[in-house]
């Protein structure tokens, strides 16, 4: 048996558990941790500028691909609670990422130590395990344990706080014979998905909806077959956006609030019964239950049981991993098929691809300034259906989501139920440092890329290259939209004239400078003929560069995106599509 510090065995298990990116800061608390880090070379890591941005880091790295899990690492005191939101950010949306923190010896933990906090206990609410290692030989059952909790059930995060001594102190360990704990996962059984295709058969108008758990469980190829055999359209929400390609003639659109489709939310209106698949029916896609379930079945599949029933209550629920859940489907739908026991749905399909070809919104505007839709029809043509983006929330996320096109899982990366601003620049970076050789694309308006602007130079320390869109009206946008019901528009405006680069005319902050100065490459677009050229020769800055490239596009003030308070009650505030013309980047659809 090999003896060794705890926080050797401890980088040992990471390696072993396959978790080899970290992001992070040192400090004193936590140094024995990166010594070990130094000392075995297993872990590769990036220096972030703030501990926050690590944590998102860490989210953005484990989102990129199957498998991942992201690691954070922070001293004592401040360091943890820099990290809550990030953890906060991944609980929300069931993303496992591992927090490791430094903390003061065992004995002063109750004596105020200097940067001494119970981060465990801060941490626990947003947390699936939050847990302060007392004893040096608890070390490897620690980590062992956390692996498996992150994994097991609904994904989520964990944080292991590592009091300085613990860290030092030796303890027996062997590496050699180490495996990782068994992760069970609940499997939809044969008479489940019987009854649950049953259901299905007897209504007309059936919908899938597919949730962020479809993505975790890298189960959208099963999700494509089943709507394949069962001639059943998809929808997906905005966290499994990806799971069926945006071109598929089955792809029935988005339903919600705001990052929604009108011909998503008509076909929604129009269904009689949906299968919601890995979803949790949050509150931006459903709007007012009454409406969004009135004349409708439900079925709800999803990993964690007290998910099913907490918004409402289905008509059946399953407890399931998603991918066993659809893989049993698609066996069960096969038998149906060559059975003649499945209904013909083309009709319906055929209505739904109908709804999408006559309920656009326009997207080729030629004002100046720059309407927003004009710039996510450039990026419609500047980037295939390769490209990963990023984004996080507010006004430019929400039309981004309106008219964007999505075509792989993974594809689109999304703050979703937190959306914490400054998420998207570091998650970027983890997206990147995870695939390196992808076209990554992010996209924040001006005041969430303010927020943590400061990780752009990690980027350009660490050759992280990635393309960011910053949509700039110089205002916090949302906000101001949603002040319109108390008619005003207070403490919202980031313009002034700026004494040092007049050439921004009154919008602030001159972004193209600040990226530079950070290490960066920068583009400043005024015209809406110029997004597309500028896009292009970003791409090019990246591959000759390897840094983040920013390319800024400045907006008019004031844009009032399509919103509304029911899924029947959308206000439409700009002109819709008449013509083929006026949205000549959405996608074909396959008769």
């Known amino acids: 048996?090999?003896?060794?510090?705890?926080?050797?065995?401890?980088?040992?298990?990471?390696?072993?558990?396959?978790?080899?990116?970290?992001?992070?800061?040192?400090?004193?608390?936590?140094?024995?941790?990166?010594?070990?880090?130094?000392?075995?070379?297993?872990?590769?890591?990036?220096?972030?500028?703030?501990?926050?941005?690590?944590?998102?880091?860490?989210?953005?790295?484990?989102?990129?691909?199957?498998?991942?899990?992201?690691?954070?690492?922070?001293?004592?005191?401040?360091?943890?609670?820099?990290?809550?939101?990030?953890?906060?950010?991944?609980?929300?949306?069931?993303?496992?990422?591992?927090?490791?923190?430094?903390?003061?010896?065992?004995?002063?933990?109750?004596?105020?130590?200097?940067?001494?906090?119970?981060i465990a206990a801060v941490a626990a609410p947003v947390t699936k395990w939050a847990v302060t290692v007392m004893e040096a030989a608890q070390v490897p059952g620690t980590f062992q344990k956390a692996f498996q909790v992150m994994r097991e059930g609904r994904p989520g995060p964990v944080l292991i706080d590592l009091p300085l001594d613990v860290q030092l102190a030796e303890i027996e360990f062997d590496p050699d014979t180490y495996e990782p704990l068994p992760v069970l996962r609940p499997a939809a059984t044969r008479a489940q998905v019987e009854k649950a295709l049953a259901m299905m058969a007897a209504a007309e108008r059936p919908l899938l909806v597919a949730g962020g758990g479809v993505i975790n469980a890298d189960a959208s190829g099963a999700l494509v077959e089943l709507a394949e055999i069962t001639g059943v359209p998809v929808v997906p929400t905005l966290m499994g956006w990806g799971a069926i390609p945006d071109d598929h003639p089955l792809a029935a659109g988005m339903v919600g609030l705001q990052t929604s489709h009108r011909y998503g939310n008509a076909t929604m209106l129009a269904a009689d019964f949906v299968l919601g698949i890995g979803n949790r029916w949050a509150n931006r896609h459903t709007g007012g239950l009454d409406t969004y379930t009135r004349g409708r079945t439900f079925v709800h599949v999803d990993i964690e049981p007290t998910q099913i029933g907490r918004v409402f209550p289905p008509d059946y629920g399953i407890v399931s991993d998603a991918k066993a859940a659809l893989e049993m489907f698609v066996s069960v739908a096969r038998e149906w098929r060559a059975a003649g026991r499945l209904p013909d749905r083309r009709e319906w399909a055929r209505s739904c691809r109908e709804r999408r070809k006559t309920m656009l919104r326009k997207t080729d505007f030629a004002d100046v300034p720059i309407k927003p839709q004009r710039v996510y029809q450039e990026m419609n043509r500047a980037f295939g259906p390769d490209v990963r983006y990023v984004s996080t929330i507010g006004l430019s996320q929400i039309q981004a989501a309106q008219m964007l096109h999505v075509y792989r899982p993974r594809h689109w990366i999304n703050a979703g139920q937190a959306g914490p601003l400054g998420w998207t620049v570091p998650a970027a970076l983890g997206v990147a440092t995870a695939d390196p050789e992808a076209t990554v694309v992010a996209l924040s308006g001006d005041y969430d890329f303010q927020f943590l602007i400061e990780e752009l130079a990690v980027g350009a320390q660490f050759a992280i290259p990635y393309i960011h869109v910053v949509v700039n009206n110089s205002y916090l946008g949302l906000i101001r939209q949603a002040q319109r019901s108390f008619d005003m528009d207070y403490c919202v405006q980031l313009s002034f004239d700026n004494v040092n680069s007049p050439e921004v005319g009154g919008y602030g902050v001159d972004h193209v400078k600040v990226a530079e100065g950070l290490g960066c490459k920068a583009l400043r677009v005024f015209e809406p003929d110029g997004i597309l050229p500028a896009l292009e020769q970003a791409k090019k800055l990246v591959d000759e560069f390897r840094v983040p490239v920013v390319v800024e596009v400045i907006l008019e003030r004031v844009t009032n995106v399509a919103m509304g308070t029911e899924i029947d009650g959308v206000v439409e505030f700009e002109d819709l599509a008449g013509r083929d013309a006026d949205a000549p980047t959405a996608p074909a659809l396959l008769d």
């Open 1 to 118: 048996m090999a003896r060794m510090r705890a926080v050797d065995a401890a980088v040992l298990i990471l390696e072993k558990e396959g978790a080899t990116q970290a992001f992070g800061l040192p400090g004193a608390a936590i140094n024995p941790f990166y010594s070990a880090m130094k000392n075995h070379g297993g872990i590769r890591h990036v220096l972030a500028r703030h501990v926050e941005a690590a944590s998102h880091m860490a989210e953005g790295y484990t989102r990129a691909k199957p498998g991942n899990i992201g690691v954070c690492v922070g001293t004592s005191g401040p360091a943890g609670t820099d990290m809550i939101t990030g953890l906060y950010s991944a609980s929300a949306d069931s993303i496992p990422i591992l927090c490791v923190t430094g903390q003061a010896p065992v004995a002063k933990l109750h004596k105020e130590d200097f940067q001494a906090v119970d």
